[in-house]
């Protein structure tokens, strides 16, 4: 079964909640409560800091933001590398459920490819999310935030950013992302901006707490928003 857009308009390239890589998505059973206990509880901070939801004054009235956590390593490719995240457009849901959140099983950037399971079919992130996974098998946390006073502030802060040029959730941002690891210092950063998403930010970590603290102490800097 699949599902997404295989290609898109220019016009749609800014647009929030569209899958572009093509999803291999195979229906599960719902996570149980203790296996979505952690990463919901670091989603609703991000949501209560409004940098993860939906508004219907913003993004069209798209949800915006996501999270996920790296599981155990799945097969042996470097690429399949399995990890837990929302599902697609689940960000007007107030406390997510086993119901709301998909497993990527592998992720294949420079296919446009993502192989997935669960009640759910996972964010349209999820591209970005694996290849973050892939560049660093130490990383365990990624989490994509909204946040536009901090988004326009990355020059000012020297916070790494991919290129204007590369749309969300496409190959040619996973290898912008590769490009910030190999040529400059994310790693300490820990957060890089998405030059070509609309207040996009993407922060990571070992754990959950070292991902959000990389996102919030930058709030902090430049006021929340």
Known sequence: MEFGHTAFTASAAMQEGIIRFTLEFAAAPALRHGEITEIEGLRQRLRGARVLGQDPDRYGGYGFGNV???????????????????????GVIPRLTGDHYAVVRECYPDENRVVAEGPVPPSSESLTHGIVYALDDSLRWVIHAHAPTLWREAALLR?????????????????????????????????????GHEDGLVAFGRTAAEASEALFSKLEAVGRS
Do not use: N
């Open 159 to 195: 916070l790494p950013t991919t290129h204007p040029a590369a749309a969300q959730g496409t190959p040619e941002m996973s290898r912008e992302v590769k490009r910030l690891f190999t040529e400059t210092d994310v790693r300490a950063y820990k957060l890089f901006a998405m030059g």
């Open 68 to 90: 996920s956590r790296r599981l155990a390593p799945y097969g042996e490719t470097p690429t399949a590398r399995r990890y837990l995240i929302t599902g697609t457009q689940t």
